[in-house]
């Protein structure tokens, strides 16, 4: 009676036939909570437990005896430290025992809160040590080495990677990220969601992290100025859209709805063609001065007119006051803030 009573408290009154119950079935009663909902498991985790429950439950003790077999009402630690002895001898690693040691531990107190069984013997039963050891981080050096090897192959990936070092933020946090988390102006972060795959047919979806892992993280000036470049990219990618759509426009108007075809439009179109093509073709090359100058905005080292020195060895995209001297060569160059010399050649 005792034991009713407090079944009935933790709300988990016994079920009937529980003799009959195999620690398969109640692997398989926890799969099913966490397939339709009740137990609240990450897609990955899912299919990392399933895997883990078909491993364990295939080990074979002495005597024969399948682990998945055994009856929950006579499952005792022993059993279960030899079922982890058995998945090592068989060449598993310490970090995956130990992984199906907790799916095994999650699934028996979901069965005793349920009242299958009484106790949960996995928590009477060793498990392996992990053999772990610290994680390694990178000098300063390095971390700038890397930094300018991968912007001399691709600025925008450098940008990420810049974020990334000077934050400290997981990838999948890193990929959450919406500009609405992004405080420019106090050169903060605020990060509380991921990108995570969300199974078949759901696809990548981004979802808020835990609670616990929610944090607001100060920028340092490298990956404010990395943040401000991608804004900065992100307009011009949106204007780049919004130019094009004339002709977006006009090919759906007469190929769709089947408008008429007038001169005027002919017209319209063919002299945005053409100022579309002067912008695209404003890169050029000659013979051209720069005179000497002092400004702040913001740069990188690898471009031909920033190699002035820093002190702290800057190689990412940065902001500082800094000043030019008198300088005269030829390059491949756009109309910019350092090009803005007449052509009365041309």
Known sequence: MSRLRVAENEKRLPTGGTSARSVRAALDLYLDAADTGLIELAPRTILTTRSAANTMCAITLLGGRQFGQLKLNRLSWQEIEEMYTVMRTNGSGTDWVRRCATVLSRALEF???????????????????????????????????????????????????????STGMRKAELLGLQWDDVDISSGEVHISAAITDAGPGKKIQRKATKRSDWRDVP???????????????????????????????????????????????????????????????????????????EHDHEHVREDGHHDHSHPDGEVVRHQHAHSHEALAHAHPHVPDLHHRHDHASA
């Open 111 to 165: 069965s005793r809160k349920r009242g299958l069984i009484d106790g949960n013997p996995t928590k009477d039963a060793t498990r392996p040590r992990s053999t772990r050891s610290k994680p390694h981080s990178p000098t300063a050096d390095a971390v700038r080495a890397t930094l300018k090897r991968v912007r001399g192959q691709d600025p925008e990936f450098a940008d990420a990677v810049t974020v990334l070092a």
């Open 219 to 293: 920028l340092t000036s490298n990956a404010l100025a990395a943040m401000r470049a991608q804004r900065d990219l992100g307009a011009a990618r949106g204007q780049l859209v919004f130019a094009t759509a004339p002709f977006v426009g006009a090919i759906v108007a007469w190929t769709v709805f089947t408008d008429p075809v007038t001169t005027r439009e002919v017209v319209s179109l063919v002299i945005a063609a053409v100022g579309v093509s002067f912008v695209l073709r404003s890169d050029h090359v000659h013979d051209h001065a720069h005179d000497p100058i």
